[in-house]
């Protein structure tokens, strides 16, 4: 079965950084779309940051010129460099990923675990 595994999360005064990594594991053919989601108290989940398989970036307006979305097929990774935090970046931050596990198969949709990303001054 296939796993996504967030780490680098944690606590961080405002003006801070903080990279978020996310490991995929498991029987895995091939991983497409892979991006960062963010839920915070009272409110939906939403798009931080996405990249294809070609390398395109989409971002947030909120988090534009700040967050650096990257991902390393050799490893099977997404990565997530936020600078310059603010209060308003506090969430829980999900990994997702579209992830084929074979040749012959479509992609299915997985959802990391999340980690708490706290922004203080």
């Known amino acids: 079965q296939v796993q996504l595994v967030e780490s680098g999360g944690g606590l961080v005064q405002t003006g801070g950084s903080l990279r978020l990594s996310c490991a995929a594991s498991?029987?895995?053919?091939?991983?497409?779309?892979m991006g960062w989601y963010r839920q915070a108290p009272g409110k939906q989940r939403e798009l931080v940051a996405r990249?294809?398989?070609?390398?395109?970036?989409n971002y947030a307006d909120s988090v534009k010129g700040r967050f650096t979305i990257s991902r390393d097929d050799a490893k099977n990774t997404v990565n997530l460099q936020m600078n310059s935090l603010k209060h308003e970046d506090t969430a829980v931050y999900y990994c997702?990923?579209?992830?084929?596990?074979?040749?012959?198969?479509?992609?299915?949709?997985?959802w990391g675990q999340g980690t708490q990303v706290t922004v203080s001054s």
């Open positions: 997702n990923a579209d992830i084929r596990l074979s040749i012959w198969g479509t992609p299915n949709n997985y």
């Open positions: 498991g029987s895995i053919y091939s991983i497409s779309n």
């Open positions: 990249i294809t398989t070609g390398g395109s970036t």
